[in-house]
Protein backbone atom coordinates (compact mmCIF):
# COMPACT_ATOMS: atom_id res chain seq x y z
CA UNK A 1 0.00 0.00 0.00
CA UNK A 2 1.24 3.26 -0.82
CA UNK A 3 1.43 6.36 1.62
CA UNK A 4 -0.36 8.52 -1.04
CA UNK A 5 -3.11 6.08 -0.49
CA UNK A 6 -3.31 6.40 2.83
CA UNK A 7 -2.96 9.69 3.11
CA UNK A 8 -5.93 10.28 0.90
CA UNK A 9 -9.61 10.95 1.13
CA UNK A 10 -12.01 9.39 3.63
CA UNK A 11 -12.76 6.32 1.28
CA UNK A 12 -9.04 5.88 1.17
CA UNK A 13 -8.98 5.91 4.78
CA UNK A 14 -11.58 3.24 5.55
CA UNK A 15 -10.10 0.68 2.87
CA UNK A 16 -6.92 1.38 4.40
CA UNK A 17 -8.33 0.95 8.14
CA UNK A 18 -10.19 -2.01 6.91
CA UNK A 19 -6.87 -3.77 5.82
CA UNK A 20 -4.85 -2.87 8.91
CA UNK A 21 -7.93 -4.09 11.05
CA UNK A 22 -7.95 -7.30 8.82
CA UNK A 23 -11.82 -6.71 8.42
CA UNK A 24 -10.58 -7.70 4.52
CA UNK A 25 -7.60 -9.17 3.23
CA UNK A 26 -8.42 -8.08 -0.29
CA UNK A 27 -10.18 -4.78 -1.50
CA UNK A 28 -12.81 -5.59 -4.10
CA UNK A 29 -14.29 -2.74 -5.67
CA UNK A 30 -16.90 -2.00 -8.93
CA UNK A 31 -17.72 0.27 -11.21
CA UNK A 32 -22.09 -0.62 -12.01
CA UNK A 33 -23.18 1.48 -14.60
CA UNK A 34 -26.41 1.31 -16.43
CA UNK A 35 -25.93 0.74 -20.05
CA UNK A 36 -28.43 3.51 -21.00
CA UNK A 37 -26.15 6.32 -22.58
CA UNK A 38 -22.66 7.18 -22.96
CA UNK A 39 -20.40 7.56 -20.31
CA UNK A 40 -19.80 11.21 -18.78
CA UNK A 41 -16.86 12.82 -17.44
CA UNK A 42 -19.26 12.15 -13.90
CA UNK A 43 -18.56 8.50 -14.25
CA UNK A 44 -15.01 9.43 -14.12
CA UNK A 45 -14.96 10.52 -10.74
CA UNK A 46 -16.23 7.05 -10.04
CA UNK A 47 -14.31 5.01 -12.01
CA UNK A 48 -10.91 6.54 -11.06
CA UNK A 49 -11.99 5.91 -7.21
CA UNK A 50 -13.04 2.05 -8.03
CA UNK A 51 -10.36 1.32 -10.11
CA UNK A 52 -7.93 3.99 -8.37
CA UNK A 53 -8.44 2.26 -5.14
CA UNK A 54 -7.98 -1.44 -6.35
CA UNK A 55 -5.13 -0.44 -8.04
CA UNK A 56 -3.49 1.13 -4.95
CA UNK A 57 -4.20 -1.47 -2.52
CA UNK A 58 -3.67 -4.25 -4.61
CA UNK A 59 -7.35 -5.26 -4.78
CA UNK A 60 -9.50 -5.47 -7.90
CA UNK A 61 -12.77 -3.46 -9.27
CA UNK A 62 -15.10 -5.21 -11.30
CA UNK A 63 -17.11 -3.70 -14.33
CA UNK A 64 -20.54 -4.65 -13.78
CA UNK A 65 -23.44 -3.38 -16.01
CA UNK A 66 -26.55 -2.73 -14.01
CA UNK A 67 -29.03 -4.10 -16.64
CA UNK A 68 -32.24 -4.57 -15.44
CA UNK A 69 -33.99 -2.32 -17.58
CA UNK A 70 -34.14 -3.54 -20.94
CA UNK A 71 -36.49 -0.73 -22.26
CA UNK A 72 -33.76 1.80 -22.13
CA UNK A 73 -30.52 -0.18 -22.14
CA UNK A 74 -28.50 -0.86 -25.78
CA UNK A 75 -25.52 -2.84 -27.00
CA UNK A 76 -24.31 0.67 -28.58
CA UNK A 77 -24.00 2.03 -25.07
CA UNK A 78 -22.42 -1.40 -22.75
CA UNK A 79 -19.87 -1.39 -26.23
CA UNK A 80 -19.00 2.32 -25.55
CA UNK A 81 -18.61 2.42 -21.26
CA UNK A 82 -16.54 -0.72 -22.08
CA UNK A 83 -14.56 1.39 -24.62
CA UNK A 84 -14.41 4.83 -22.56
CA UNK A 85 -13.07 2.73 -19.01
CA UNK A 86 -10.22 1.09 -21.44
CA UNK A 87 -9.40 4.59 -22.59
CA UNK A 88 -9.36 5.92 -19.28
CA UNK A 89 -6.64 3.57 -18.50
CA UNK A 90 -8.55 1.17 -16.60
CA UNK A 91 -8.70 -2.46 -16.90
CA UNK A 92 -11.48 -4.93 -15.29
CA UNK A 93 -9.43 -8.01 -16.51
CA UNK A 94 -11.71 -11.47 -16.11
CA UNK A 95 -14.61 -8.85 -14.22
CA UNK A 96 -17.00 -8.35 -16.48
CA UNK A 97 -19.97 -9.06 -14.98
CA UNK A 98 -23.73 -8.34 -15.44
CA UNK A 99 -26.53 -7.37 -13.20
CA UNK A 100 -28.44 -10.22 -15.87
CA UNK A 101 -25.69 -12.63 -14.88
CA UNK A 102 -27.32 -13.02 -11.25
CA UNK A 103 -30.95 -13.17 -12.75
CA UNK A 104 -31.59 -16.79 -11.82
CA UNK A 105 -30.71 -16.23 -8.03
CA UNK A 106 -32.81 -12.79 -7.58
CA UNK A 107 -35.67 -14.79 -8.35
CA UNK A 108 -35.04 -17.92 -6.11
CA UNK A 109 -34.36 -14.88 -2.98
CA UNK A 110 -37.46 -13.67 -4.39
CA UNK A 111 -39.46 -16.59 -3.67
CA UNK A 112 -37.80 -17.15 -0.53
CA UNK A 113 -38.60 -13.46 0.96
CA UNK A 114 -42.41 -14.66 0.03
CA UNK A 115 -41.89 -17.65 1.43
CA UNK A 116 -40.81 -15.70 5.05
CA UNK A 117 -43.56 -13.68 4.48
CA UNK A 118 -41.06 -10.48 3.95
CA UNK A 119 -42.53 -10.28 0.47
CA UNK A 120 -45.93 -10.48 -1.97
CA UNK A 121 -47.36 -9.86 -4.77
CA UNK A 122 -49.52 -6.35 -5.32
CA UNK A 123 -52.37 -6.20 -8.28
CA UNK A 124 -52.47 -2.43 -7.84
CA UNK A 125 -51.08 -0.09 -10.66
CA UNK A 126 -47.96 1.88 -10.69
CA UNK A 127 -49.92 4.91 -10.16
CA UNK A 128 -52.27 3.41 -7.02
CA UNK A 129 -48.70 2.23 -5.70
CA UNK A 130 -47.07 5.13 -6.36
CA UNK A 131 -50.16 7.54 -5.07
CA UNK A 132 -50.47 5.04 -1.98
CA UNK A 133 -46.59 5.87 -0.99
CA UNK A 134 -47.09 8.71 0.80
CA UNK A 135 -44.88 11.94 0.90
CA UNK A 136 -41.51 13.20 2.97
CA UNK A 137 -43.80 13.93 5.67
CA UNK A 138 -47.02 11.89 5.49
CA UNK A 139 -46.80 7.75 5.75
CA UNK A 140 -48.16 5.53 2.87
CA UNK A 141 -51.25 3.21 3.12
CA UNK A 142 -50.70 -0.59 3.15
CA UNK A 143 -52.04 -1.95 -0.45
CA UNK A 144 -55.30 -4.12 0.10
CA UNK A 145 -53.37 -7.26 -1.47
CA UNK A 146 -50.82 -6.96 1.21
CA UNK A 147 -51.74 -9.74 3.44
CA UNK A 148 -52.15 -12.73 0.82
CA UNK A 149 -51.23 -16.03 1.74
CA UNK A 150 -47.80 -17.32 1.34
CA UNK A 151 -49.50 -20.08 -1.14
CA UNK A 152 -50.85 -17.28 -3.43
CA UNK A 153 -48.06 -15.01 -3.35
CA UNK A 154 -45.86 -18.00 -4.82
CA UNK A 155 -48.39 -18.92 -7.00
CA UNK A 156 -48.83 -15.20 -8.56
CA UNK A 157 -45.30 -14.86 -8.59
CA UNK A 158 -44.56 -17.88 -10.14
CA UNK A 159 -47.15 -17.20 -12.95
CA UNK A 160 -45.70 -13.46 -13.46
CA UNK A 161 -42.86 -15.02 -13.89
CA UNK A 162 -44.46 -17.66 -16.64
CA UNK A 163 -45.51 -15.44 -18.96
CA UNK A 164 -49.23 -15.30 -17.78
CA UNK A 165 -50.05 -11.25 -17.59
CA UNK A 166 -49.75 -8.40 -19.21
CA UNK A 167 -47.53 -5.53 -18.53
CA UNK A 168 -47.97 -3.89 -15.77
CA UNK A 169 -50.63 -6.02 -14.28
CA UNK A 170 -48.92 -6.95 -11.07
CA UNK A 171 -45.78 -6.36 -9.08
CA UNK A 172 -43.62 -8.14 -6.67
CA UNK A 173 -43.02 -5.82 -3.47
CA UNK A 174 -40.76 -6.36 0.04
CA UNK A 175 -43.14 -6.09 2.91
CA UNK A 176 -41.27 -4.11 5.02
CA UNK A 177 -43.25 -0.64 6.73
CA UNK A 178 -45.22 1.62 5.42
CA UNK A 179 -44.96 3.99 7.56
CA UNK A 180 -41.43 4.31 7.64
CA UNK A 181 -39.98 7.77 7.59
CA UNK A 182 -37.64 6.64 4.86
CA UNK A 183 -39.89 6.06 1.75
CA UNK A 184 -37.44 3.37 0.31
CA UNK A 185 -38.61 1.37 3.02
CA UNK A 186 -41.98 1.72 2.16
CA UNK A 187 -42.59 -1.78 0.35
CA UNK A 188 -40.54 -0.83 -2.43
CA UNK A 189 -41.13 -2.79 -5.77
CA UNK A 190 -38.40 -5.82 -6.54
CA UNK A 191 -39.91 -7.16 -9.86
CA UNK A 192 -42.27 -6.22 -12.35
CA UNK A 193 -44.08 -7.31 -15.57
CA UNK A 194 -42.08 -6.73 -18.88
CA UNK A 195 -42.54 -8.09 -21.71
CA UNK A 196 -39.30 -7.31 -23.50
CA UNK A 197 -36.42 -8.88 -25.13
CA UNK A 198 -33.05 -8.19 -22.75
CA UNK A 199 -29.63 -7.74 -24.64
CA UNK A 200 -28.03 -10.22 -22.58
CA UNK A 201 -30.95 -12.63 -21.62
CA UNK A 202 -33.10 -12.28 -24.62
CA UNK A 203 -36.28 -13.61 -23.76
CA UNK A 204 -35.63 -15.53 -20.99
CA UNK A 205 -37.66 -13.42 -18.68
CA UNK A 206 -40.97 -11.63 -18.95
CA UNK A 207 -40.40 -10.02 -14.73
CA UNK A 208 -37.48 -7.93 -14.31
CA UNK A 209 -35.64 -7.34 -10.84
CA UNK A 210 -35.51 -3.56 -9.72
CA UNK A 211 -32.40 -1.65 -9.61
CA UNK A 212 -33.07 -1.44 -5.52
CA UNK A 213 -33.90 -5.14 -5.33
CA UNK A 214 -30.95 -6.21 -7.62
CA UNK A 215 -27.97 -3.97 -6.56
CA UNK A 216 -26.59 -4.80 -2.99
CA UNK A 217 -27.05 -8.25 -3.85
CA UNK A 218 -25.22 -8.16 -6.87
CA UNK A 219 -22.59 -6.84 -5.02
CA UNK A 220 -22.43 -9.68 -2.24
CA UNK A 221 -22.44 -11.93 -5.09
CA UNK A 222 -19.38 -10.71 -5.96
CA UNK A 223 -17.60 -10.20 -3.15
CA UNK A 224 -17.68 -6.39 -3.24
CA UNK A 225 -15.98 -5.00 -0.19
CA UNK A 226 -16.63 -1.45 -0.54
CA UNK A 227 -19.31 -0.43 -2.49
CA UNK A 228 -19.16 3.52 -3.51
CA UNK A 229 -21.85 5.14 -4.74
CA UNK A 230 -23.17 8.68 -4.77
CA UNK A 231 -24.73 10.20 -2.41
CA UNK A 232 -28.50 10.17 -4.23
CA UNK A 233 -28.39 6.45 -2.89
CA UNK A 234 -27.42 7.27 0.72
CA UNK A 235 -31.36 6.61 1.32
CA UNK A 236 -31.14 4.06 -0.09
CA UNK A 237 -28.80 2.32 1.88
CA UNK A 238 -31.43 0.81 4.47
CA UNK A 239 -32.70 -0.84 1.94
CA UNK A 240 -30.03 -2.96 1.00
CA UNK A 241 -29.09 -3.83 4.55
CA UNK A 242 -32.27 -5.18 4.67
CA UNK A 243 -32.33 -7.57 1.64
CA UNK A 244 -28.64 -8.35 2.95
CA UNK A 245 -30.11 -9.20 6.09
CA UNK A 246 -32.87 -11.44 4.81
CA UNK A 247 -30.79 -13.39 2.38
CA UNK A 248 -28.49 -16.26 2.19
CA UNK A 249 -25.84 -14.01 1.01
CA UNK A 250 -22.73 -14.89 0.61
CA UNK A 251 -20.89 -12.24 1.61
CA UNK A 252 -21.91 -8.26 3.53
CA UNK A 253 -20.82 -5.36 1.03
CA UNK A 254 -20.89 -1.90 3.35
CA UNK A 255 -22.23 1.19 1.45
CA UNK A 256 -20.23 4.45 1.42
CA UNK A 257 -21.34 7.69 -0.15
CA UNK A 258 -19.52 10.77 -1.61
CA UNK A 259 -20.77 13.59 -3.46
CA UNK A 260 -21.31 13.39 -7.55
CA UNK A 261 -19.28 15.31 -9.49
CA UNK A 262 -21.05 18.76 -10.69
CA UNK A 263 -19.67 21.08 -13.49
CA UNK A 264 -20.33 24.24 -13.93
CA UNK A 265 -21.86 25.21 -17.85
CA UNK A 266 -23.32 21.68 -18.58
CA UNK A 267 -25.27 18.57 -17.47
CA UNK A 268 -23.73 15.61 -16.14
CA UNK A 269 -26.84 13.16 -16.80
CA UNK A 270 -27.60 10.68 -19.12
CA UNK A 271 -31.15 11.75 -19.78
CA UNK A 272 -30.20 15.40 -20.23
CA UNK A 273 -27.48 14.14 -22.65
CA UNK A 274 -29.68 11.86 -24.40
CA UNK A 275 -31.97 14.77 -24.73
CA UNK A 276 -29.19 16.96 -26.39
CA UNK A 277 -28.37 14.02 -28.51
CA UNK A 278 -32.18 13.36 -29.97
CA UNK A 279 -32.96 16.55 -30.45
CA UNK A 280 -30.28 17.49 -32.61
CA UNK A 281 -28.72 19.86 -31.01
CA UNK A 282 -25.60 18.42 -30.57
CA UNK A 283 -23.52 16.05 -33.49
CA UNK A 284 -23.74 13.19 -31.15
CA UNK A 285 -22.68 11.53 -27.78
CA UNK A 286 -19.58 12.45 -28.89
CA UNK A 287 -20.03 15.98 -29.94
CA UNK A 288 -16.74 18.11 -28.88
CA UNK A 289 -19.09 19.99 -26.74
CA UNK A 290 -20.26 16.99 -24.96
CA UNK A 291 -18.98 16.01 -21.12
CA UNK A 292 -19.04 12.61 -22.53
CA UNK A 293 -16.07 10.88 -22.30
CA UNK A 294 -16.15 10.01 -26.36
CA UNK A 295 -17.23 13.67 -26.61
CA UNK A 296 -13.81 14.80 -24.42
CA UNK A 297 -11.59 11.99 -26.83
CA UNK A 298 -13.28 13.50 -29.50
CA UNK A 299 -12.27 17.00 -28.36
CA UNK A 300 -8.75 16.47 -27.46
CA UNK A 301 -8.81 15.65 -23.69
CA UNK A 302 -6.11 13.42 -22.53
CA UNK A 303 -7.17 10.97 -20.35
CA UNK A 304 -4.14 11.66 -18.00
CA UNK A 305 -5.76 14.99 -17.53
CA UNK A 306 -8.90 13.12 -16.97
CA UNK A 307 -7.69 11.37 -14.40
CA UNK A 308 -5.21 14.38 -12.72
CA UNK A 309 -8.62 16.14 -12.57
CA UNK A 310 -10.23 13.34 -10.51
CA UNK A 311 -7.27 13.44 -8.10
CA UNK A 312 -7.56 17.07 -8.19
CA UNK A 313 -11.19 17.56 -7.28
CA UNK A 314 -11.43 14.92 -4.41
CA UNK A 315 -14.02 13.54 -2.42
CA UNK A 316 -16.44 14.98 -0.40
CA UNK A 317 -19.59 14.41 1.56
CA UNK A 318 -21.30 17.60 0.09
CA UNK A 319 -22.70 18.79 -3.06
CA UNK A 320 -20.28 20.98 -4.76
CA UNK A 321 -19.82 22.72 -8.39
CA UNK A 322 -16.56 22.43 -9.86
CA UNK A 323 -15.86 25.66 -12.14
CA UNK A 324 -14.99 23.75 -15.90
CA UNK A 325 -12.14 26.02 -16.11
CA UNK A 326 -10.46 23.25 -13.61
CA UNK A 327 -11.30 20.34 -15.88
CA UNK A 328 -9.30 22.48 -18.93
CA UNK A 329 -6.37 23.55 -16.42
CA UNK A 330 -5.83 19.53 -15.77
CA UNK A 331 -6.16 18.79 -19.61
CA UNK A 332 -3.84 21.79 -20.81
CA UNK A 333 -1.15 20.81 -17.95
CA UNK A 334 -0.98 17.50 -19.82
CA UNK A 335 -0.78 18.67 -23.37
CA UNK A 336 1.80 21.38 -22.39
CA UNK A 337 4.43 18.57 -21.42
CA UNK A 338 3.36 16.03 -23.88
CA UNK A 339 1.95 17.23 -27.53
CA UNK A 340 4.18 18.70 -30.14
CA UNK A 341 3.97 22.43 -31.20
CA UNK A 342 3.15 23.40 -34.97
CA UNK A 343 1.76 26.25 -36.43
CA UNK A 344 -1.96 26.95 -38.21
CA UNK A 345 -3.12 30.25 -39.27
CA UNK A 346 -7.06 30.01 -38.50
CA UNK A 347 -8.26 33.59 -40.30
CA UNK A 348 -5.51 34.55 -43.05
CA UNK A 349 -4.56 37.58 -44.00
CA UNK A 350 -2.11 37.22 -47.25
CA UNK A 351 1.66 38.75 -46.26
CA UNK A 352 3.91 39.58 -49.38
CA UNK A 353 7.85 39.81 -48.41
CA UNK A 354 7.96 42.14 -51.51
CA UNK A 355 12.24 42.49 -51.49
CA UNK A 356 12.34 38.31 -50.87
CA UNK A 357 13.46 36.52 -53.94
CA UNK A 358 10.79 35.30 -55.94
CA UNK A 359 10.90 31.55 -56.13
CA UNK A 360 13.30 31.35 -53.22
CA UNK A 361 12.41 28.86 -49.74
CA UNK A 362 14.38 28.48 -47.07
CA UNK A 363 13.67 26.30 -43.94
CA UNK A 364 14.11 26.52 -40.22
CA UNK A 365 13.80 24.25 -37.53
CA UNK A 366 10.90 24.54 -35.15
CA UNK A 367 10.98 23.16 -31.33
CA UNK A 368 8.64 20.39 -31.01
CA UNK A 369 7.87 21.25 -27.70
CA UNK A 370 10.06 23.55 -25.38
CA UNK A 371 8.43 21.56 -22.28
CA UNK A 372 10.26 17.96 -23.59
CA UNK A 373 13.96 18.05 -23.83
CA UNK A 374 13.63 14.64 -25.32
CA UNK A 375 11.89 16.10 -28.74
CA UNK A 376 13.59 17.75 -31.14
CA UNK A 377 12.63 19.90 -33.93
CA UNK A 378 10.99 19.85 -37.51
CA UNK A 379 11.66 21.93 -40.64
CA UNK A 380 9.34 24.37 -41.21
CA UNK A 381 9.37 26.23 -45.18
CA UNK A 382 9.63 29.80 -45.59
CA UNK A 383 9.01 31.87 -48.61
CA UNK A 384 7.67 35.34 -50.00
CA UNK A 385 4.19 34.65 -49.49
CA UNK A 386 2.94 34.26 -46.36
CA UNK A 387 -0.35 33.89 -44.28
CA UNK A 388 -0.55 35.26 -40.87
CA UNK A 389 -3.41 35.72 -38.22
CA UNK A 390 -6.07 38.58 -39.52
CA UNK A 391 -6.39 39.39 -35.95
CA UNK A 392 -2.67 39.82 -35.90
CA UNK A 393 -2.97 43.35 -37.57
CA UNK A 394 -4.62 46.32 -37.24
CA UNK A 395 -4.48 49.57 -39.66
CA UNK A 396 -4.87 51.29 -36.79
CA UNK A 397 -3.41 49.87 -34.05
CA UNK A 398 -5.14 51.02 -30.49
CA UNK A 399 -2.85 51.25 -27.38
CA UNK A 400 -0.73 48.01 -26.01
CA UNK A 401 -1.66 46.64 -29.55
CA UNK A 402 1.79 45.66 -30.36
CA UNK A 403 1.52 43.01 -33.11
CA UNK A 404 1.49 44.04 -37.18
CA UNK A 405 -0.07 48.06 -38.27
CA UNK A 406 1.63 50.08 -41.06
CA UNK A 407 5.50 51.09 -40.69
CA UNK A 408 5.82 48.73 -37.68
CA UNK A 409 8.47 45.86 -37.60
CA UNK A 410 7.66 42.29 -35.40
CA UNK A 411 9.21 39.38 -35.70
CA UNK A 412 8.13 36.48 -37.34
CA UNK A 413 8.63 33.02 -35.39
CA UNK A 414 11.87 30.94 -36.37
CA UNK A 415 12.36 33.43 -39.37
CA UNK A 416 12.59 37.24 -39.63
CA UNK A 417 11.65 40.96 -38.07
CA UNK A 418 9.68 42.03 -40.88
CA UNK A 419 8.31 45.80 -41.54
CA UNK A 420 4.61 46.46 -42.74
CA UNK A 421 4.99 48.99 -45.80
CA UNK A 422 1.52 48.87 -47.63
CA UNK A 423 -1.69 48.12 -47.09
CA UNK A 424 -4.01 46.64 -49.84
CA UNK A 425 -7.68 46.65 -49.91
CA UNK A 426 -10.32 45.29 -52.32
CA UNK A 427 -13.59 47.60 -54.13
CA UNK A 428 -15.43 47.44 -50.10
CA UNK A 429 -11.80 48.89 -48.24
CA UNK A 430 -11.57 44.74 -46.65
CA UNK A 431 -7.98 44.64 -46.29
CA UNK A 432 -6.66 41.69 -48.17
CA UNK A 433 -2.90 42.22 -48.49
CA UNK A 434 -0.17 43.19 -46.56
CA UNK A 435 2.72 44.15 -48.28
CA UNK A 436 6.06 43.81 -45.83
CA UNK A 437 10.03 43.57 -46.74
CA UNK A 438 12.16 41.40 -44.44
CA UNK A 439 15.46 42.12 -43.01
CA UNK A 440 17.94 39.45 -44.06
CA UNK A 441 20.34 40.47 -41.45
CA UNK A 442 18.06 39.09 -39.09
CA UNK A 443 17.95 35.41 -40.21
CA UNK A 444 16.38 33.38 -37.25
CA UNK A 445 14.53 35.95 -35.37
CA UNK A 446 17.12 38.20 -33.85
CA UNK A 447 18.68 41.46 -35.04
CA UNK A 448 22.45 42.24 -34.89
CA UNK A 449 21.76 45.49 -33.60
CA UNK A 450 19.81 44.41 -30.81
CA UNK A 451 16.42 45.65 -32.16
CA UNK A 452 13.60 43.93 -30.39
CA UNK A 453 10.08 44.10 -31.57
CA UNK A 454 7.40 43.50 -28.66
CA UNK A 455 5.50 40.91 -31.17
CA UNK A 456 5.99 37.45 -32.45
CA UNK A 457 3.62 36.25 -35.14
CA UNK A 458 2.98 32.65 -36.09
CA UNK A 459 2.74 32.08 -39.89
CA UNK A 460 2.40 29.67 -42.53
CA UNK A 461 4.22 29.61 -46.01
CA UNK A 462 1.44 30.10 -48.26
CA UNK A 463 2.62 27.88 -51.14
CA UNK A 464 3.39 25.05 -48.74
CA UNK A 465 0.54 25.52 -46.55
CA UNK A 466 -2.04 22.70 -46.48
CA UNK A 467 -6.38 23.90 -45.66
CA UNK A 468 -7.94 22.63 -42.64
CA UNK A 469 -10.90 22.90 -41.19
CA UNK A 470 -10.71 24.32 -37.48
CA UNK A 471 -13.92 24.06 -34.99
CA UNK A 472 -13.62 25.80 -32.20
CA UNK A 473 -15.30 25.13 -29.27
CA UNK A 474 -17.32 27.77 -25.82
CA UNK A 475 -18.98 26.23 -23.62
CA UNK A 476 -22.29 24.38 -24.28
CA UNK A 477 -24.33 26.10 -22.21
CA UNK A 478 -24.09 29.75 -21.29
CA UNK A 479 -25.62 29.47 -17.85
CA UNK A 480 -23.00 28.42 -15.14
CA UNK A 481 -26.09 26.34 -13.71
CA UNK A 482 -27.69 25.27 -16.68
CA UNK A 483 -31.55 24.80 -16.55
CA UNK A 484 -31.54 26.74 -13.23
CA UNK A 485 -33.59 28.60 -14.53
CA UNK A 486 -36.18 26.22 -15.84
CA UNK A 487 -35.45 26.30 -19.46
CA UNK A 488 -32.58 24.06 -20.02
CA UNK A 489 -32.87 24.69 -23.70
CA UNK A 490 -32.58 28.21 -23.20
CA UNK A 491 -29.44 28.20 -21.69
CA UNK A 492 -27.87 26.59 -24.57
CA UNK A 493 -25.01 28.47 -26.41
CA UNK A 494 -25.60 29.51 -29.25
CA UNK A 495 -22.05 30.20 -30.13
CA UNK A 496 -20.73 26.65 -28.53
CA UNK A 497 -19.25 25.93 -32.14
CA UNK A 498 -17.68 28.24 -34.50
CA UNK A 499 -16.52 26.24 -37.63
CA UNK A 500 -13.33 27.74 -39.56
CA UNK A 501 -13.51 26.52 -43.09
CA UNK A 502 -10.14 28.64 -44.22
CA UNK A 503 -7.61 27.43 -41.97
CA UNK A 504 -4.24 27.05 -43.46
CA UNK A 505 -1.83 24.44 -41.36
CA UNK A 506 2.05 24.15 -42.01
CA UNK A 507 2.93 21.06 -43.83
CA UNK A 508 4.47 19.19 -40.98
CA UNK A 509 0.80 19.29 -39.40
CA UNK A 510 -0.77 17.63 -42.80
CA UNK A 511 0.21 14.04 -41.68
CA UNK A 512 -0.93 14.07 -37.99
CA UNK A 513 -3.61 11.02 -37.70
CA UNK A 514 -7.39 11.20 -36.51
CA UNK A 515 -7.26 11.65 -32.55
CA UNK A 516 -3.72 13.21 -33.20
CA UNK A 517 -3.42 16.14 -30.48
CA UNK A 518 -1.18 19.34 -31.32
CA UNK A 519 -0.59 22.48 -30.13
CA UNK A 520 -0.75 25.61 -32.63
CA UNK A 521 1.56 28.44 -31.53
CA UNK A 522 -0.07 31.34 -29.59
CA UNK A 523 -3.48 29.43 -30.25
CA UNK A 524 -4.44 26.57 -27.78
CA UNK A 525 -4.49 22.56 -28.52
CA UNK A 526 -6.17 20.65 -30.55
CA UNK A 527 -6.92 17.56 -31.87
CA UNK A 528 -7.85 15.75 -35.58
CA UNK A 529 -11.46 14.50 -35.80
CA UNK A 530 -12.48 11.82 -37.58
CA UNK A 531 -14.23 13.85 -40.08
CA UNK A 532 -10.93 14.56 -41.55
CA UNK A 533 -10.59 13.64 -45.26
CA UNK A 534 -7.26 13.19 -47.28
CA UNK A 535 -8.06 16.19 -48.74
CA UNK A 536 -8.27 18.08 -45.42
CA UNK A 537 -8.21 17.65 -42.07
CA UNK A 538 -10.00 18.88 -39.81
CA UNK A 539 -9.43 19.72 -36.34
CA UNK A 540 -11.13 20.86 -32.49
CA UNK A 541 -10.04 22.99 -30.10
CA UNK A 542 -9.78 21.51 -27.24
CA UNK A 543 -8.19 24.10 -24.87
CA UNK A 544 -7.14 27.63 -25.57
CA UNK A 545 -3.41 28.44 -23.87
CA UNK A 546 -4.64 30.94 -21.44
CA UNK A 547 -5.44 29.48 -18.26
CA UNK A 548 -8.39 30.49 -16.57
CA UNK A 549 -8.09 28.60 -13.51
CA UNK A 550 -5.58 30.55 -12.13
CA UNK A 551 -8.24 33.39 -12.19
CA UNK A 552 -11.02 31.16 -10.50
CA UNK A 553 -9.00 30.38 -7.79
CA UNK A 554 -7.88 33.93 -7.35
CA UNK A 555 -11.31 35.13 -6.69
CA UNK A 556 -12.78 32.31 -4.73
CA UNK A 557 -9.75 33.03 -1.68
P1 LIG B 1 -26.89 9.68 -14.75
O1 LIG B 1 -27.65 10.49 -13.75
O2 LIG B 1 -25.95 10.46 -15.58
O3 LIG B 1 -27.76 8.79 -15.58
P2 LIG B 1 -26.42 7.49 -13.12
O4 LIG B 1 -25.98 7.57 -11.72
O5 LIG B 1 -27.84 7.17 -13.35
O6 LIG B 1 -25.97 8.77 -13.87
P3 LIG B 1 -25.14 5.03 -13.58
O7 LIG B 1 -24.88 4.34 -14.85
O8 LIG B 1 -26.10 4.42 -12.64
O9 LIG B 1 -25.59 6.48 -13.96
O10 LIG B 1 -23.78 5.38 -12.83
C1 LIG B 1 -22.76 4.46 -12.59
C2 LIG B 1 -21.95 4.95 -11.42
O11 LIG B 1 -21.44 6.24 -11.68
C3 LIG B 1 -22.79 5.05 -10.16
O12 LIG B 1 -22.09 4.42 -9.12
C4 LIG B 1 -22.93 6.51 -9.92
O13 LIG B 1 -22.96 6.79 -8.55
C5 LIG B 1 -21.69 7.08 -10.59
N1 LIG B 1 -21.94 8.44 -11.06
C6 LIG B 1 -22.91 8.84 -11.92
N2 LIG B 1 -22.88 10.17 -12.09
C7 LIG B 1 -21.86 10.64 -11.32
C8 LIG B 1 -21.31 11.94 -11.07
N3 LIG B 1 -21.82 13.04 -11.63
N4 LIG B 1 -20.26 12.03 -10.22
C9 LIG B 1 -19.74 10.93 -9.66
N5 LIG B 1 -20.19 9.69 -9.85
C10 LIG B 1 -21.25 9.53 -10.68
MG1 LIG C 1 -28.38 5.41 -12.16
Known amino acids: MSTEAAAGDFIREIVADDLRAGRHRTVVTRFPPEPNGYLHVGHAKSICLNFGIAQEFGGRCHLRFDDTNPLKEEQEYIDSIKE ?31 GKGLAYVDDQSADQIRESRGTLTEGGRESPFRNRSVEENLDLFRRMRAGEFPDGARVARAKIDMASPNINLRDPVMYRILHARHPMTGDQWCIYPSYDYAHGQSDAIEGITHSLCTLEFEDHRPLYDWFIEHLPVPARPRQY ?21 KEGRVRGWDDPRMPTLSGMRRRGFPPEGIRE ?180 IADLNPRSEEVLTSAWIEPGAAGLAVGARVQFERLGYFCVDPDSRADGLVFNRTVTLRDTWAKVQARER
Open 84 to 114: DVRWLGFDWGEHLYNASDYFGRLYEWAELLI
Open 257 to 277: EFARLNLTHTVLSKRLLLQLV
Open 309 to 488: FARMIGLAKRESVVDYAALEHSARDHLNRTVTRRMAVLRPIKVVLTNYPDGQVEEFAAVDNPEDPGTGTHPVPFSRVLYIERDDFREEPPKKFYRLAPGREVRLRYAYLVTCREVIKDASGEVVELRCTYDPATRGGTAPDGRSPKATLHWVSAAHARPAEVRLYEHLFTNPYPGAEGDL
